[in-house]
């Protein structure tokens, strides 16, 4: 399906157009997509999967959604990944130990949504977080 955003109905997501084109998608001058910033746009479901396959993207902006089910290990193959804003979705299940992977991580925030278990602490071993 391609995906339609509140206050951007004509730009879709997983249209045949480049994902810079995309609603919400930030890209740097090589056209490599750096910023998805989908705050507050209704989204319901999974996490969309395709994000992971953007090899290049510094920030994930998924706030104030519908977001359910767990977070997804796949987000710990982003390299590049610096924030990561999740709060007040659905998301439930654990931190994937994984993301304690992600050495360039310098904020996480899943305020407002159902994880459970403890914070792996290996997470507090990523020298880079702020805050």
Known sequence: ????????????WLSSKHECLWAGINCDELNNTRTINLHGQAMKGT???VVTHLPYVQNLAFAYNDLEGPLPDSIASLRHLLNVEFQWNQFTGNLPLSWSNSKNLQLLNFAGNFLSGQLPSEIGLLRNTKG
């Open 1 to 12: 399906f391609p995906m339609e955003f509140e206050g951007v109905p004509a730009t879709r």
């Open 47 to 49: 996490f969309p999967e």
